[in-house]
């Protein structure tokens, strides 16, 4: 699952693992990839990501096997993390001249051991990979829709949510002639939905009604304990299950999975 959207701020990350950690929480195995070299990711999931630590980096652009750069999230053993350190920001220029840039993601991911068919692997494989993008669209975000099966594009419920959408999603097309066939956008999820103003739930009815299904019934609100958890090394999910944001993440989660256990 590549959760993409080149802006910042939408609530990539935070989507990425609440919803990593939700799914955790129910038993499923996750991995998370960051991909974004401000490592946010790798910091609420509470895993190191200083200069020199193992990383996405060194999988990205050395070739090192995944499994070596992978580490387990302190608070919930189901959920793996490969961290992102500030390295990974060189990358999107040194491997413009690496050959089959935009496939170096892809093979890392699936030559990880946990990565293939239920039928291969059983028990042991990973239910869920997520990939946590950077807000540009560039040879990073490129490797993501190359390596992916499903994209989900948090979109932000306010004015300019919309802006850049289609450019967005002329980049998918394009990935899916050229370079990876399987990509689809299956998931899109409204975030920081502040209930209070109109034009919050007017920018979540027109993504509805432009998006239908692919849109999930839940919507995240806007909640302090979300933007909170990050500061104490945490998801929502472990800082304040019971808090709106965490129960809402919750149950998109559990819409994920529905989604996933459809033939
Ligand atoms: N539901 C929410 N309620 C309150 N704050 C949120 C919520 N979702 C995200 N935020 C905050 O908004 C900011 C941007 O979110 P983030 O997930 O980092 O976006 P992105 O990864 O797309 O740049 C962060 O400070 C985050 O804590
Ligand atoms: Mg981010």
Redesign the pocket.
């Known amino acids: 699952m590549v959760v993409a959207?080149q802006?910042?701020?939408?609530?990539?990350?935070?989507?990425?693992v609440n919803l990593a950690a939700a799914l955790a929480q129910l038993g499923q195995r996750v991995l998370v990839v960051d991909l974004?070299p401000q490592g946010?990711?790798s910091t609420a999931l509470g895993v190191e990501h200083r200069r020199g630590v193992p990383s996405t980096y060194d999988a990205l652009v050395d070739g090192q096997p995944l499994a070596e750069v992978v580490t387990v999230c302190p608070d919930l053993p189901n959920l793996s993390v490969v961290p992102a350190t500030i390295d990974l920001a060189g990358a999107e220029i040194e491997l413009v001249s690496v050959v089959a840039r935009e496939g170096r993601l892809r093979r890392a991911i699936h030559g990880h051991p946990q990565v293939g068919s239920a039928d291969a692997l059983g028990e042991d494989r990973f239910d869920y990979v997520f990939i946590?993008c950077p807000?540009s669209l560039g040879l990073l975000t490129l490797n993501a829709l190359v390596a992916g099966e499903e994209m989900m594009i948090?979109i932000?419920t306010e004015y300019y949510a919309l802006e850049g959408l289609s450019q967005l999603l002329e980049t998918v097309d394009m990935v899916r002639a050229h370079l990876n066939p399987d990509l689809s956008v299956s998931t899109i999820l409204l975030?920081?939905?502040d209930a209070r103003t109109r034009l919050s739930a007017g920018v979540a009815d027109e993504v509805r009604q432009h998006f239908g299904d692919q849109v999930l019934k839940t919507a995240?609100?806007?909640?302090?304990?979300?933007?909170?958890?990050?500061s104490y090394a945490q998801t929502v999910m472990t800082y304040d299950p019971g808090s709106p944001?965490a129960l809402?993440y919750f149950e998109a989660a559990r819409e994920i999975a529905m989604k996933g256990a459809r033939p």
Not at 220 to 230: D, G, K, L, T, Y
């Open positions: 959207n802006k910042g701020g939408v609530g990539k990350t935070t989507s990425t974004d946010n990711a946590d807000p948090p932000q975030t920081m939905v995240i609100p806007r909640s302090v304990r979300v933007s909170e958890a990050p944001g809402s």
